[in-house]
């Protein structure tokens, strides 16, 4: 059966962050998870400067008055040193789980590398793959290996309406599994797009529907149909637990960046809100020209905010990110309560 002969009834009603249907959508998604956190701070900034032309232009506000744009300036001086203050107390929360007693490393060491085994034995490889996204490949690829034995154990031993619904979920599986396997080959681990497309992929649907097809058959299943169903379940838990440890890992990586590039821009966002204050500090009003005053304080403004800017981008990805991976396991919150292929009620017919 091919992938496009799927029916609309097994189809993902979980989140999958990498479909788009139009522009706006794919422009949204951008700005929210997929463009580089700098480029969108530094496009928050000059969206600043122009605004301050533009209000400037039009008459709305005016940069002659020197005692309310020093009043101004000292403001987002006392804004930008909280503002540090406050990712120094980020990057102190990221850091001391970075501290451990030797008895907790070794317990995280032992962690991983258990989880590591079970990849390994679940995939049939001599060793798992060091890089994260080697990992997840490979468990995506064991993923769509396990949903079409599926297909073909339950053909062989089942047969009728039950193995074409069984063909038609593992074609659906097949379709996800191929969109996130042609994004990791393309991508390495340290890039957003390694994660986007391991969030993206709805592995919490596809355990519900593996769980809920064996469950509706299982006194009149083969052994060999359901052992076939819970070695696709296992994959799929462990392509989850994956997930979990890198998104985890990542966005430390991802916040300590932020702390890094905060301090670098709080340091030229204070000296600028002074030299604000410095350009009116003269009895006789500002120190330069009325025609590029304007110009000035508007570029001045636009360096203050860019900490703000920073902390805007980062924080739209990294709360993004943690609403739509905020269950773990086949329970789907994003999922409209009537949505879903299944109607699960208790069969009075069981008692």
Do not use: C
Not at 60 to 68: E, H, Y
Not at 71 to 82: E, P, Y
Not at 232 to 251: G, M, P, S
Not at 302 to 318: E, F, K, W
Request: no cysteine; hydrophobic share 45%.
């Amino acid at each position: 059966m091919e992938p496009s002969e799927v029916d609309e009834t097994l189809e993902s009603h979980g989140t999958e962050i990498g479909q788009r249907t139009n522009s706006l959508t794919r422009l949204w998604e951008w700005v929210l998870v997929d463009g580089n956190r700098v480029l969108i701070a530094t496009l928050l900034s000059v969206a600043v400067f122009v605004l301050f032309l533009f209000l400037n232009e039009v008459g709305i506000i005016a940069f002659v008055n020197d005692d309310s744009t020093t009043r101004l300036a000292g403001g987002m001086i006392a804004g930008t040193f909280s503002l540090v203050t406050l990712v120094v107390s980020i990057n102190q929360l990221i850091l001391s789980r970075e501290f451990a007693a030797a008895g907790e490393a070794r317990d995280q060491l032992e962690g991983v590398m258990e989880f590591r085994r079970d990849v390994e034995g679940e995939a049939t490889v001599p060793a798992a793959p060091a890089s994260p996204t080697g990992l997840l490949e490979l468990l995506v690829e064991t993923i769509h290996y396990r949903a079409h034995a599926l297909a073909e154990t339950v053909a062989d031993n089942e047969g009728g309406e039950f193995a074409e619904l069984v063909a038609k979920y593992a074609n659906t599986v097949g379709e996800s599994t191929g969109r996130v396997e042609d994004t990791l080959e393309r991508t390495r681990f340290g890039t957003f797009t390694a994660l986007s497309a391991a969030i993206g992929y709805d592995d919490a649907w596809q355990v519900y529907a593996a769980r809920h097809l064996r469950g509706s058959r299982r006194d009149s299943l083969s052994d060999e149909t359901l052992a076939a169903f819970d070695e696709l379940i296992d994959a799929l838990q462990l392509f989850n637990v994956a997930r979990e440890h890198f998104k985890t890992t990542y966005l430390q990586r991802e916040l300590t960046q932020f702390s890094q590039l905060t301090i670098y821009a709080g340091v030229p966002a204070i000296i600028s809100a002074m030299l604000i204050g410095f350009i009116y500090a003269d009895f006789g009003g500002p120190n330069i020209s009325v025609a590029l005053l304007p110009y000035v304080v508007s570029a001045l403004v636009a360096v203050v905010v860019s900490p703000l800017a920073l902390l805007a981008a980062y924080i739209l990805r990294t709360a993004t990110v943690a609403r739509r991976t905020a269950s773990v396991g086949p329970m789907l919150p994003q999922k409209d309560p009537e949505a879903g292929p299944f109607d699960v009620s208790y069969d009075e017919g069981d008692e």
